[in-house]
T-cell receptor, first 117, second 113 residues
Framework: AQKVTQAQTEISVVEKEDVTLDCVYETRDTTYYLFWYKQPPSGELVFLIRRNSFDEQNEISGRYSWNFQKSTSSFNFTITASQVVDSAVYFCALSEARDNYGQNFVFGPGTRLSVLP | KAGVTQTPRYLIKTRGQQVTLSCSPISGHRSVSWYQQTPGQGLQFLFEYFSETQRNKGNFPGRFSGRQFSNSRSEMNVSTLELGDSALYLC????????????FGPGTRLTVL
């Protein structure tokens, strides 16, 4: 069965510090997809990134970067030079395709990040 | 493109009542999923619809049901409400099939008294 673990329940950092959010997943499929979402205090989940299991290239988008390592089943997310606006709950998610056009989408428990001024 | 919309945004009901929540997906998205979010249980998958058919179902009692219309809009219904059903209900839309990112609506916050 698929599972996503985010061991860090809450993290507090001071503005401008770098912070890494950990994500470890379990799946038996060889084809799967990984996601990160941000949920700010307003409540709406915002899509950040998607990776498929065949693409282990790391990705950088501005202050955000993602490190995907199949060998350790991890998909970690780093925010460089954190800002107060980064304060949110961050969710890692795993998706596996199903034959009936559906997908098993499983979310981790989330990590609450507080960036203090 | 307009995002995912959910109505109503807030609901207050009493135990034993039933409730219907509505979700309009992003134009062109034919897959709609529903999630329940509570502080204690996190984000839990309820069900997924594509082409008016339920494709996937989470581990929730039969009091939770849903449907999808030909225009891809979806509704979920909770009957015989219990206090524990108080939660944020989130709808997400995506292209059908595996690997597509889901885009979420703002949610409906349901309070059961």
């Amino acid at each position: 069965a698929q599972k996503v673990t985010q061991a860090q329940t809450e993290i507090s950092v001071v503005e401008k510090e770098d912070v890494t959010l950990d994500c470890v997943y379990e799946t038996r499929d060889t084809t799967y997809y990984l996601f990160w979402y941000k949920q700010p205090p307003s409540g709406e989940l915002v899509f950040l990134i998607r990776r498929n299991s065949f693409d282990e290239q790391n990705e950088i988008s501005g202050r955000y970067s993602w490190n995907f390592q199949k060998s350790t089943s991890s998909f970690n997310f780093t925010i460089t030079a954190s800002q107060v606006v980064d304060s949110a709950v961050y969710f890692c998610a795993l998706s596996e395709a199903r034959d009936n056009y559906g997908q098993n989408f499983v979310f981790g428990p989330g990590t609450r990040l507080s960036v203090l001024p | 493109k307009a995002g995912v919309t959910q109505t109503p945004r807030y609901l207050i009901k009493t135990r034993g009542q039933q409730v219907t929540l509505s979700c309009s997906p992003i134009s062109g998205h034919r897959s709609v999923s529903w999630y329940q979010q509570t502080p204690g249980q996190g984000l839990q998958f309820l069900f997924e619809y594509f082409s008016e058919t339920q494709r996937n179902k989470g581990n929730f009692p039969g009091r939770f049901s849903g449907r999808q219309f030909s225009n891809s809009r979806s509704e979920m219904n909770v009957s015989t409400l219990e206090l524990g059903d108080s939660a944020l209900y989130l709808c997400a839309s995506s292209l059908p099939g595996g690997g597509h990112e889901q885009f979420f609506g703002p949610g409906t916050r349901l309070t059961v008294l």
